[in-house]
Protein backbone atom coordinates (compact mmCIF):
# COMPACT_ATOMS: atom_id res chain seq x y z
CA UNK A 1 0.00 0.00 0.00
CA UNK A 2 1.15 3.40 -0.74
CA UNK A 3 1.08 6.42 2.29
CA UNK A 4 -1.40 8.19 1.26
CA UNK A 5 -3.77 4.91 0.71
CA UNK A 6 -2.68 3.10 4.23
CA UNK A 7 -2.86 6.65 5.74
CA UNK A 8 -6.57 6.86 4.61
CA UNK A 9 -7.53 3.25 5.69
CA UNK A 10 -6.40 3.97 9.64
CA UNK A 11 -8.66 7.29 9.62
CA UNK A 12 -11.62 5.09 8.31
CA UNK A 13 -11.14 3.39 11.65
CA UNK A 14 -13.46 4.96 14.39
CA UNK A 15 -10.69 3.71 17.09
CA UNK A 16 -11.19 6.86 19.33
CA UNK A 17 -9.39 5.52 22.93
CA UNK A 18 -9.66 2.62 23.97
CA UNK A 19 -11.88 1.16 21.13
CA UNK A 20 -9.52 -0.53 17.83
CA UNK A 21 -12.13 -0.77 15.59
CA UNK A 22 -9.94 -2.68 13.47
CA UNK A 23 -7.20 -0.48 13.44
CA UNK A 24 -4.50 -2.67 14.66
CA UNK A 25 -5.56 -5.92 12.32
CA UNK A 26 -5.21 -3.60 9.57
CA UNK A 27 -2.14 -2.48 10.71
CA UNK A 28 -1.09 -5.95 11.62
CA UNK A 29 -2.01 -7.54 8.22
CA UNK A 30 0.04 -4.54 6.46
CA UNK A 31 3.28 -5.13 8.47
CA UNK A 32 2.89 -9.09 7.94
CA UNK A 33 2.90 -9.08 4.58
CA UNK A 34 5.98 -6.73 4.53
CA UNK A 35 7.78 -9.56 6.62
CA UNK A 36 7.38 -8.16 10.02
CA UNK A 37 6.66 -10.36 13.23
CA UNK A 38 3.61 -9.41 14.95
CA UNK A 39 2.88 -9.42 18.49
CA UNK A 40 -0.20 -8.35 20.30
CA UNK A 41 -1.00 -7.58 23.74
CA UNK A 42 -4.05 -6.99 25.21
CA UNK A 43 -3.65 -5.64 29.12
CA UNK A 44 -5.51 -4.53 32.08
CA UNK A 45 -5.65 -3.08 35.37
CA UNK A 46 -8.08 -2.15 37.85
CA UNK A 47 -10.52 0.91 36.66
CA UNK A 48 -9.20 1.59 33.39
CA UNK A 49 -10.39 0.06 29.98
CA UNK A 50 -8.53 -3.17 28.58
CA UNK A 51 -5.83 -2.13 25.68
CA UNK A 52 -4.62 -3.64 22.62
CA UNK A 53 -1.62 -3.26 21.41
CA UNK A 54 0.83 -3.83 18.74
CA UNK A 55 4.13 -4.96 18.39
CA UNK A 56 6.47 -5.44 14.81
CA UNK A 57 9.56 -6.09 14.20
CA UNK A 58 11.92 -6.95 10.73
CA UNK A 59 14.98 -8.25 11.49
CA UNK A 60 17.04 -9.53 14.78
CA UNK A 61 20.17 -7.97 13.90
CA UNK A 62 21.33 -4.31 15.63
CA UNK A 63 21.16 -2.19 16.05
CA UNK A 64 17.38 -1.92 17.05
CA UNK A 65 15.36 1.67 15.44
CA UNK A 66 11.91 1.37 17.44
CA UNK A 67 8.92 3.94 15.94
CA UNK A 68 6.77 4.55 18.56
CA UNK A 69 3.00 5.53 18.04
CA UNK A 70 -1.60 5.41 18.78
CA UNK A 71 -3.83 4.61 16.25
CA UNK A 72 -6.11 5.95 19.09
CA UNK A 73 -7.61 9.15 18.64
CA UNK A 74 -10.07 11.60 20.69
CA UNK A 75 -13.34 12.02 20.68
CA UNK A 76 -14.99 14.02 17.56
CA UNK A 77 -16.60 16.58 19.72
CA UNK A 78 -19.49 18.02 17.84
CA UNK A 79 -20.62 16.18 14.72
CA UNK A 80 -22.55 18.63 13.68
CA UNK A 81 -19.27 21.34 13.25
CA UNK A 82 -17.11 18.92 10.72
CA UNK A 83 -17.22 20.01 7.42
CA UNK A 84 -16.85 15.79 6.25
CA UNK A 85 -17.60 12.61 7.94
CA UNK A 86 -14.52 13.02 10.71
CA UNK A 87 -14.02 8.89 9.64
CA UNK A 88 -14.19 9.00 6.21
CA UNK A 89 -11.37 10.14 5.36
CA UNK A 90 -11.59 13.35 2.39
CA UNK A 91 -9.30 14.96 0.60
CA UNK A 92 -9.99 18.65 -0.42
CA UNK A 93 -7.35 21.24 -2.15
CA UNK A 94 -4.03 19.20 -1.25
CA UNK A 95 -5.51 18.46 2.23
CA UNK A 96 -6.52 15.10 3.97
CA UNK A 97 -9.42 15.10 6.65
CA UNK A 98 -10.18 13.08 9.08
CA UNK A 99 -9.91 12.47 13.10
CA UNK A 100 -6.26 11.45 13.57
CA UNK A 101 -5.06 12.94 10.21
CA UNK A 102 -2.75 14.86 12.48
CA UNK A 103 -1.84 12.66 15.75
CA UNK A 104 -1.21 10.42 14.61
CA UNK A 105 -2.37 8.04 11.81
CA UNK A 106 -0.52 9.67 8.79
CA UNK A 107 2.82 9.55 10.38
CA UNK A 108 2.44 5.44 11.17
CA UNK A 109 1.20 5.10 7.70
CA UNK A 110 4.78 7.22 6.67
CA UNK A 111 6.62 5.33 8.65
CA UNK A 112 5.42 1.66 7.12
CA UNK A 113 6.04 2.87 3.92
CA UNK A 114 9.45 4.41 4.63
CA UNK A 115 10.19 1.15 6.57
CA UNK A 116 8.67 -1.18 4.23
CA UNK A 117 10.97 0.62 1.14
CA UNK A 118 14.01 0.36 3.51
CA UNK A 119 13.78 -3.22 3.95
CA UNK A 120 13.67 -4.99 0.66
CA UNK A 121 17.66 -3.80 0.43
CA UNK A 122 19.27 -7.73 0.89
CA UNK A 123 21.92 -6.22 3.19
CA UNK A 124 19.87 -4.92 5.68
CA UNK A 125 21.17 -6.49 8.97
CA UNK A 126 19.41 -4.18 11.91
CA UNK A 127 15.68 -4.50 13.22
CA UNK A 128 13.34 -2.10 12.60
CA UNK A 129 10.02 -2.47 14.86
CA UNK A 130 6.95 -0.61 15.67
CA UNK A 131 5.44 -0.18 19.36
CA UNK A 132 1.89 1.19 18.40
CA UNK A 133 -0.59 1.64 21.31
CA UNK A 134 -4.35 1.82 21.37
CA UNK A 135 -4.22 4.15 24.50
CA UNK A 136 -2.17 7.06 24.44
CA UNK A 137 -4.38 9.71 24.40
CA UNK A 138 -6.79 8.27 27.71
CA UNK A 139 -4.89 6.53 30.90
CA UNK A 140 -2.28 5.33 29.03
CA UNK A 141 -1.67 2.26 31.66
CA UNK A 142 -2.18 -0.43 29.40
CA UNK A 143 0.09 1.03 26.59
CA UNK A 144 3.07 1.45 25.72
CA UNK A 145 4.79 1.70 29.10
CA UNK A 146 3.55 -2.45 29.84
CA UNK A 147 4.31 -3.01 26.42
CA UNK A 148 7.90 -1.70 26.56
CA UNK A 149 8.08 -3.24 30.00
CA UNK A 150 6.98 -6.83 28.63
CA UNK A 151 9.32 -6.48 26.09
CA UNK A 152 12.12 -5.92 28.54
CA UNK A 153 11.52 -9.02 30.62
CA UNK A 154 11.60 -11.35 27.04
CA UNK A 155 14.65 -9.74 26.34
CA UNK A 156 13.89 -7.78 23.72
CA UNK A 157 16.38 -4.43 23.41
CA UNK A 158 15.73 -1.11 21.73
CA UNK A 159 18.75 0.95 21.22
CA UNK A 160 16.77 3.96 19.30
CA UNK A 161 13.42 5.26 19.47
CA UNK A 162 11.70 8.19 16.87
CA UNK A 163 8.01 8.58 18.36
CA UNK A 164 6.02 10.12 15.38
CA UNK A 165 3.57 12.34 17.23
CA UNK A 166 3.09 15.95 15.58
CA UNK A 167 6.17 18.10 16.28
CA UNK A 168 5.27 20.81 14.14
CA UNK A 169 3.73 23.91 14.59
CA UNK A 170 3.08 25.80 11.25
CA UNK A 171 5.40 24.24 8.82
CA UNK A 172 6.89 20.49 8.38
CA UNK A 173 10.12 20.57 9.36
CA UNK A 174 10.38 23.71 11.88
CA UNK A 175 10.68 21.56 15.47
CA UNK A 176 12.08 18.19 16.71
CA UNK A 177 11.75 17.25 20.10
CA UNK A 178 14.29 16.17 22.01
CA UNK A 179 12.50 15.69 25.51
CA UNK A 180 9.69 16.64 27.45
CA UNK A 181 8.80 18.06 30.78
CA UNK A 182 7.68 16.76 33.89
CA UNK A 183 4.22 17.01 35.14
CA UNK A 184 3.24 16.91 38.56
CA UNK A 185 -0.62 17.36 39.82
CA UNK A 186 -1.45 18.28 43.35
CA UNK A 187 -4.54 18.56 45.19
CA UNK A 188 -4.62 20.17 48.34
CA UNK A 189 -7.95 19.70 50.85
CA UNK A 190 -8.45 22.21 53.81
CA UNK A 191 -11.15 20.81 56.13
CA UNK A 192 -12.91 23.32 58.33
CA UNK A 193 -16.09 23.80 60.23
CA UNK A 194 -19.45 23.78 58.85
CA UNK A 195 -21.91 26.68 59.78
CA UNK A 196 -23.73 30.24 59.78
CA UNK A 197 -21.90 32.58 57.61
CA UNK A 198 -24.01 35.16 60.33
CA UNK A 199 -21.88 33.45 63.29
CA UNK A 200 -18.25 32.90 61.99
CA UNK A 201 -17.25 32.51 65.54
CA UNK A 202 -18.83 29.27 65.45
CA UNK A 203 -17.03 28.00 61.71
CA UNK A 204 -14.15 27.77 60.33
CA UNK A 205 -13.78 28.38 56.73
CA UNK A 206 -11.41 26.31 54.99
CA UNK A 207 -11.12 28.62 51.51
CA UNK A 208 -9.77 31.43 53.81
CA UNK A 209 -6.53 29.32 53.97
CA UNK A 210 -6.85 27.65 51.18
CA UNK A 211 -6.67 30.66 48.99
CA UNK A 212 -3.71 31.98 50.84
CA UNK A 213 -1.96 28.95 50.07
CA UNK A 214 -2.43 28.94 45.93
CA UNK A 215 -1.71 32.22 45.97
CA UNK A 216 1.71 31.74 47.46
CA UNK A 217 2.15 28.65 45.76
CA UNK A 218 1.90 30.75 42.26
CA UNK A 219 3.93 33.64 43.55
CA UNK A 220 7.14 30.60 43.57
CA UNK A 221 9.44 31.25 41.23
CA UNK A 222 10.79 27.90 40.53
CA UNK A 223 13.40 28.84 38.15
CA UNK A 224 14.31 30.78 34.97
CA UNK A 225 14.65 27.36 32.69
CA UNK A 226 17.59 26.09 30.85
CA UNK A 227 19.24 26.13 27.64
CA UNK A 228 16.89 23.19 26.40
CA UNK A 229 14.01 23.57 28.50
CA UNK A 230 11.43 26.68 29.55
CA UNK A 231 11.18 28.05 32.58
CA UNK A 232 8.95 25.17 35.34
CA UNK A 233 5.60 26.98 35.60
CA UNK A 234 2.87 26.38 38.17
CA UNK A 235 -1.00 26.34 37.61
CA UNK A 236 -4.39 26.44 39.43
CA UNK A 237 -6.97 24.15 37.49
CA UNK A 238 -9.63 23.90 39.85
CA UNK A 239 -10.96 25.51 42.88
CA UNK A 240 -13.97 23.72 44.98
CA UNK A 241 -15.38 23.74 47.88
CA UNK A 242 -18.67 21.28 49.72
CA UNK A 243 -21.53 22.13 48.16
CA UNK A 244 -23.53 24.56 50.65
CA UNK A 245 -26.04 27.81 50.65
CA UNK A 246 -24.87 31.22 50.25
CA UNK A 247 -25.43 31.28 54.01
CA UNK A 248 -23.45 28.56 54.93
CA UNK A 249 -19.63 28.26 55.67
CA UNK A 250 -18.55 24.95 53.86
CA UNK A 251 -16.87 22.61 55.69
CA UNK A 252 -14.34 21.35 52.75
CA UNK A 253 -12.25 23.41 50.55
CA UNK A 254 -9.69 21.83 47.57
CA UNK A 255 -7.37 23.56 45.20
CA UNK A 256 -5.62 21.47 42.08
CA UNK A 257 -2.50 22.86 40.75
CA UNK A 258 -0.82 21.14 37.83
CA UNK A 259 3.20 21.60 37.53
CA UNK A 260 5.15 21.45 33.90
CA UNK A 261 8.95 21.64 34.87
CA UNK A 262 11.94 21.01 33.83
CA UNK A 263 14.98 19.40 34.74
CA UNK A 264 15.86 21.45 37.60
CA UNK A 265 13.17 19.66 39.61
CA UNK A 266 12.03 16.41 40.32
CA UNK A 267 8.82 14.75 42.14
CA UNK A 268 10.60 14.94 45.03
CA UNK A 269 11.53 18.29 45.57
CA UNK A 270 8.38 20.08 44.19
CA UNK A 271 6.51 17.94 46.73
CA UNK A 272 8.38 18.82 49.24
CA UNK A 273 7.81 22.88 48.35
CA UNK A 274 4.32 22.27 48.22
CA UNK A 275 4.36 20.69 51.81
CA UNK A 276 6.00 23.32 53.49
CA UNK A 277 3.90 26.26 52.04
CA UNK A 278 0.29 24.54 53.04
CA UNK A 279 2.05 23.13 56.51
CA UNK A 280 3.30 26.88 56.65
CA UNK A 281 -0.53 28.17 56.96
CA UNK A 282 -2.32 25.31 58.05
CA UNK A 283 0.23 23.24 60.16
CA UNK A 284 -0.22 24.97 63.17
CA UNK A 285 -4.24 25.54 63.39
CA UNK A 286 -7.02 24.08 64.07
CA UNK A 287 -7.95 23.51 60.32
CA UNK A 288 -7.11 19.43 59.12
CA UNK A 289 -5.70 19.26 55.36
CA UNK A 290 -4.97 16.44 52.83
CA UNK A 291 -2.22 16.66 50.44
CA UNK A 292 -2.22 14.31 47.28
CA UNK A 293 -0.10 14.08 44.33
CA UNK A 294 0.38 12.46 40.99
CA UNK A 295 3.55 12.50 39.31
CA UNK A 296 2.32 11.53 35.40
CA UNK A 297 5.92 12.01 34.17
CA UNK A 298 9.40 12.95 35.26
CA UNK A 299 11.22 15.51 32.86
CA UNK A 300 13.71 13.85 30.26
CA UNK A 301 16.52 15.39 28.08
CA UNK A 302 18.05 13.09 25.03
CA UNK A 303 21.68 14.23 24.72
CA UNK A 304 22.61 15.51 21.41
CA UNK A 305 24.71 13.06 20.04
CA UNK A 306 24.72 11.37 16.71
CA UNK A 307 21.00 10.19 16.51
CA UNK A 308 19.66 13.36 16.96
CA UNK A 309 21.86 14.68 14.23
CA UNK A 310 20.60 11.90 12.14
CA UNK A 311 17.17 13.49 12.79
CA UNK A 312 18.14 16.74 12.04
CA UNK A 313 20.06 16.32 8.89
CA UNK A 314 17.07 14.28 7.37
CA UNK A 315 14.71 16.86 8.39
CA UNK A 316 16.98 19.28 7.21
CA UNK A 317 17.55 18.01 3.91
CA UNK A 318 13.52 17.27 3.06
CA UNK A 319 12.09 20.53 4.32
CA UNK A 320 14.88 22.91 4.00
CA UNK A 321 14.42 24.62 6.94
CA UNK A 322 16.91 24.73 10.12
CA UNK A 323 14.73 22.68 12.75
CA UNK A 324 14.63 23.37 16.50
CA UNK A 325 15.29 21.02 18.81
CA UNK A 326 13.02 22.20 21.59
CA UNK A 327 11.39 20.81 24.88
CA UNK A 328 7.98 22.03 24.54
CA UNK A 329 4.17 20.96 25.12
CA UNK A 330 2.33 18.48 26.60
CA UNK A 331 3.74 14.79 27.70
CA UNK A 332 3.95 11.99 25.31
CA UNK A 333 5.04 8.41 25.23
CA UNK A 334 8.27 9.56 24.55
CA UNK A 335 8.34 9.75 28.50
CA UNK A 336 8.47 5.49 28.87
CA UNK A 337 10.51 5.25 26.05
CA UNK A 338 13.28 7.04 28.09
CA UNK A 339 13.47 4.73 30.51
CA UNK A 340 14.81 1.85 27.78
CA UNK A 341 16.40 3.48 24.94
CA UNK A 342 17.44 7.24 23.33
CA UNK A 343 14.11 8.72 22.04
CA UNK A 344 13.67 11.90 20.08
CA UNK A 345 10.12 12.65 18.31
CA UNK A 346 9.25 14.52 14.79
CA UNK A 347 5.92 13.90 12.91
CA UNK A 348 3.32 16.59 11.26
CA UNK A 349 2.18 19.81 11.76
CA UNK A 350 -0.18 19.34 14.93
CA UNK A 351 -2.08 22.76 14.74
CA UNK A 352 -5.43 20.95 14.26
CA UNK A 353 -4.80 18.11 16.52
CA UNK A 354 -7.85 16.63 18.55
CA UNK A 355 -9.99 19.77 17.25
CA UNK A 356 -12.98 19.75 14.63
CA UNK A 357 -11.93 19.08 10.97
CA UNK A 358 -8.64 17.63 11.81
CA UNK A 359 -6.53 18.03 8.55
CA UNK A 360 -2.78 17.62 7.21
CA UNK A 361 -1.75 19.04 4.23
CA UNK A 362 -1.14 15.25 1.69
CA UNK A 363 2.13 16.52 0.20
CA UNK A 364 3.22 16.81 4.01
CA UNK A 365 2.58 13.03 4.72
CA UNK A 366 4.60 11.86 1.51
CA UNK A 367 7.88 14.41 2.59
CA UNK A 368 7.40 12.85 6.22
CA UNK A 369 7.35 9.29 4.55
CA UNK A 370 10.73 10.81 2.92
CA UNK A 371 12.25 12.20 5.99
CA UNK A 372 11.72 9.05 8.21
CA UNK A 373 13.07 7.03 5.25
CA UNK A 374 16.01 9.05 4.86
CA UNK A 375 16.48 8.74 9.13
CA UNK A 376 16.61 4.60 8.76
CA UNK A 377 18.68 4.76 5.75
CA UNK A 378 21.20 7.26 7.95
CA UNK A 379 20.60 5.04 10.86
CA UNK A 380 21.33 1.82 9.64
CA UNK A 381 24.65 2.60 7.81
ZN1 LIG B 1 -0.80 11.83 19.71
Not at 64 to 81: A, E, I, K, Q, R
Not at 99 to 126: E, H, L, Q
Not at 221 to 246: H, K, M, R, Y
Amino acid sequence: MEVLELTRSLISCPSVTPKNEGVLDLLEKELSELGFICHRYLFSDHNTPDVDNLFAKFGSGSPHLCFGGHTDVVPVGNLDSWSYNPFQPTERDGRIYGRGASDMKSAIGAFVCAAGNYIKSPDFKGSISLLITNDEEGPAINGTKKVLQKLYEDGEKIDSCIVGEPTCPNKLGEMIKIGRRGSLTSKITIIGKQGHVAYPQWTLNPINPLTKILSNICNINLDSGTNDFPPSNIEVVNVSSSDGASNVVPEIATGQLNVRYNINHNEESLTKIFDEVVKEEVGDSEYDFKIEYNNSAEPFLTEKGEFINIIKESVDEVTGLDAALTTTGGTSDARFFKDYCEVAEFGLIGETAHQVDENVKIADIESLEKIYYSIIEKYFK
